[in-house]
């Protein structure tokens, strides 16, 4: 959630224009995130993923009015891609392959935000970003083993995040010359 209070903050200030169509993603798996945990009998470990899932529907009502995106041909494909995904991870039962589809359903909204940032690199925050990065990385490092199904996801959450903030500088650096 702390991400999302500067990614807000510069939506309505204008700087920002939020993908629709990434939020969206996002949006569906966070409230599956959230009702998962719930219905698992999660008490007091449903704020993160309830602040979370307020935060990102936040910016994607927020997209709405402000964003870019959502009706093109890159963004039906992009959601397309990620319906399959979660209905392949509702019909698995190995949560490997359940945790590997979450991340492909992730990326597939995370590459509309690229290419968004790239394109209008000034369009994005670096802050939400980094800061993003920065619960990943303090993820990782609560992860109390040596367990690459339990570190993958952290892991990417950096990676992610970092490939949004190469993109906003690459996309700068294009812009310069």
């Known amino acids: 959630m702390g991400s999302c209070i ?3 903050r510069d939506t309505l200030l204008l700087r920002v224009k939020p993908q629709r169509a990434t939020f969206f993603i996002w949006l569906v798996l966070d409230v599956i995130a959230f ?23 936040t910016i994607f009502i927020l997209s709405i009015k402000y964003g870019v995106g959502g009706f093109n041909k890159r963004d039906y494909i992009a959601l397309s891609i990620a319906a399959f995904g979660l209905i392949a991870w509702y019909f698995t039962k ?20 690229l290419h968004k940032a790239y394109l209008s690199p000034t369009s994005e925050t670096h802050l939400a970003w980094i800061l993003s990065a920065v619960g990943g990385l303090l993820s990782l490092f609560s992860v109390g083993s040596f367990n690459i199904v339990l570190l993958s996801y952290p892991f990417y959450i950096i990676l992610a995040n970092l490939a949004v903030i190469i993109a906003i500088q690459m996309g700068l650096r294009r812009n310069r010359f």
């Open 94 to 113: 190995e949560a490997t392959i359940a945790l590997a589809l979450v991340i492909l359903v992730d990326a597939t909204g995370l590459s509309l935000t």
């Open 6 to 8: 500067p990614y807000i």
């Open 35 to 57: 009702f998962s945990q719930l219905a698992k009998g999660a008490s007091s470990s449903l704020w993160l993923p309830g602040l979370e899932t307020f935060g990102v529907l």
